[in-house]
């Protein structure tokens, strides 16, 4: 089946108290689309920190200052450094630059902070759109992170409401027949870099409509994708 | 602008010396689809490594023994270990499990390499299909990675023809005027990332058409992709 993904366009600066599921239904409505059955709403995070209002003030001492104090205030372990740059574990359990905080697209003198709690935020969005609309959707809130080993950063999945995050196929075997091993692919983060694909950083494109994909529909959680440090080799 | 993203099926089991660019023509006209100037055709790594050949018998010793074996003899590197589980460094410069050596979709008793030179297989597949077609794409060739933190596997792309990896969004700015820092995006791995979505790892569609999305031509590799490790935080 082929998959659509639409640039939801047309969505205007976010101020805290802001009703995003009403922003994005007027932004559909201008682009004469009408959710479906089965639609995923992928949303980058940083609408959503503004609208809940997770938007910090940089005064006080210089900008840049202020700027690392409040990384390391987002930070509940700090993995490496090098120079300014922090990759961090957030209260999420997110590893990522800096924490999360964000001073681009974010007013002069402010910085963006992820949401407290992102799988909560695509449940309201999600049940505030189906609630309009009467269909059954998914909803996944993105952010853009680094890698290790590879260059270039993507987006991939900080919240989600209304999918499962992993696709398992164990226990399915491959076109040859073969049982397949435990390989569980992370689909939510590929949803969430198929999305990025038609926003752009620098467009003010901050949500998209991806239209098509079998998904199992279900209640999984973002930080599902995190992975326990135990089982982690490169921690 | 919308992407679409077509699954190319109907590609028949491959073997050493098939023409790719004749089974994916053929599966465009069996999908009543024909290329056009921009499009990027992502094909997973699998039927490239089968049609050069990159296939190993598994005989001799018994067939795990022969597997690690081998895993080893296509690793420059041994990053990390566990179990059975190798994070290697291969000679191409990827960080991935095994080496990149697969054993599902492969033929019982082989395991499937990685192709030696990705992005020359995806310049070779680019100029057939440009010579049959007169129009001007890009080629990716996809492979199936984990992550470090992150549970879940995400296709990532291992080579490319006529099309630049990284968007490099350094003095640009954004929504609100604020230069961006030093943003290399990965576009190239979300591209093979959104193609995995129509793609499947147990229904055999190892091709899919993403139609629609404005990229910068250009000549780069998907060695370029990787990361020095003298700029790596987790080696």
Same mark, same amino acid.
């Given at each position: 089946m082929t998959l659509t993904i639409h640039p939801l366009t047309e969505i205007p600066e976010v101020s805290p108290g802001d009703d995003l599921a009403d922003l994005l239904l007027a932004s559909l409505a201008a682009s004469d689309l009408e959710l479906g059955d089965g639609d995923i709403v992928v949303i980058t995070h940083k609408i959503v920190s503004k609208a809940e209002g997770a938007v910090v003030s940089l /005064?006080? /001492?210089d900008e840049d200052t202020a700027y690392r104090r409040i990384v390391l205030e987002q930070s509940v372990e700090v993995l490496r450094r090098r120079g300014d740059l922090v990759i961090a574990r957030t209260s999420h359990g997110f590893i990522c630059a800096n924490a999360g905080v964000d001073r681009s697209n974010a007013a002069p003198g402010t910085a963006v902070l992820l949401p407290q709690d992102p799988d909560r935020s695509a449940h309201g969005i999600r049940m505030a759109l189906e609630a309009a609309t009467g269909v059954s959707i998914a909803v996944v809130i993105s952010d853009t992170f680094g890698r290790p080993f590879r260059r270039g950063v993507v987006d991939i999945a900080i919240g989600l409401a209304g999918l499962e995050p992993l696709l398992d196929l164990k226990g399915t075997t491959d076109a040859s027949g073969r049982m397949l091993a435990a390989t569980e692919i992370a689909l939510v983060d590929e949803i969430a870099a198929a999305a990025d694909l038609v926003m752009g950083?620098?467009?003010?494109?901050?949500a998209a409509l991806v239209r098509g994909l079998t998904m199992t529909p279900g209640e999984g959680r973002a930080t599902d994708l995190v992975r326990p440090a135990s089982e982690d080799l490169f921690r």
């Open positions: /005064d006080g /001492d950083k620098a467009d003010a494109v901050p």
